[in-house]
């Protein structure tokens, strides 16, 4: 099995929810990551968890928060959005966080915020 | 700071067309190249890698690259593209040393068959 699930599939929030992201692989990763892509731009890297601990955290705002309760899960809590943070979330697991390690993508949320 | 540079945003081809697809980089360090690709639908899908040894890499689907460290160059080659690569293709960088990747803009191909 070398497929990255998310779910939903597609969200849309009003500024004032809260809601989760839900991401999950069972190919033994211990490196699972964050990323943001809006339209006709690059995937641009939000949080990195190794070995179930927070890595890295590239200056995102805190009403992104993430959640990585085992080796094969990876939340995103999302709360009091703003219109801009609409975008596609992925995920991605990888072995290690070694960069010499392929990442496998999941085939992302798709987020509006309203 | 760190870029990737993909020049080609759109590029429109006839099946059987060689293609080649540009992929610059700026940084002088040890660097980790790669290519994805994202068909329509579908997520991201690692085409080939180059960490080190022969500059040369061949990846899946006939694809190749080619490392130029003089030029900071990863250009993505096919002799003959088929309909079915019809895609999104995204050159991606990544630092010895770090966790990041940095990936470019993006080259949407079109083949018409």
């Known amino acids: 099995d070398t497929e990255v699930t998310q779910t939903p599939k597609h969200l849309v929030m009003g500024m004032t929810n809260k809601k989760s992201l839900k991401c999950e692989q069972h190919?033994?990763?211990?490196?699972m990551y964050w990323y943001k892509q809006k339209a006709k731009k690059p995937p641009e890297l939000m949080f990195v968890?190794?070995?179930?601990?927070?890595?890295i955290n590239e200056s995102v705002p805190s009403r992104f928060s993430p959640e990585c309760p085992n080796s094969s899960l990876l939340n995103l809590h999302l709360h009091a959005l703003q219109p801009e943070d609409s975008a596609l979330y992925l995920c991605?697991?990888?072995?290690?966080?070694?960069?010499?390690?392929?990442?496998?993508f999941g085939p992302g949320t798709r987020l509006t915020v309203t | 700071a760190q870029s990737v540079s993909q020049h080609n945003h759109h590029v429109i081809l006839s099946e059987a067309a060689s293609l080649e697809l540009g992929c610059n980089y700026s940084?002088?360090?040890?660097?980790?190249l790669f290519w994805y690709v994202q068909y329509p639908g579908q997520h991201l899908q690692l085409l080939l890698k180059y960490f080190s040894g022969d500059p040369l890499v061949k990846g899946i689907k006939g694809f190749e690259a080619e490392f130029i460290k003089s030029k900071f160059s990863f250009n993505l080659r096919k002799p003959s593209v088929q309909w079915s690569d019809t895609a999104e293709y995204f050159c991606a960088v990544s630092v010895s040393g770090t966790y990041k990747y940095i990936f470019g803009t993006g080259t949407r191909l079109k083949v018409l068959a």
């Open positions: 190919m033994g990763h211990r490196a």
């Open positions: 968890y190794s070995y179930e601990k927070l890595s």
């Open positions: 991605a697991s990888s072995q290690g966080t070694s960069v010499i390690y392929e990442q496998y």
């Open positions: 940084y002088g360090g040890t660097v980790n």
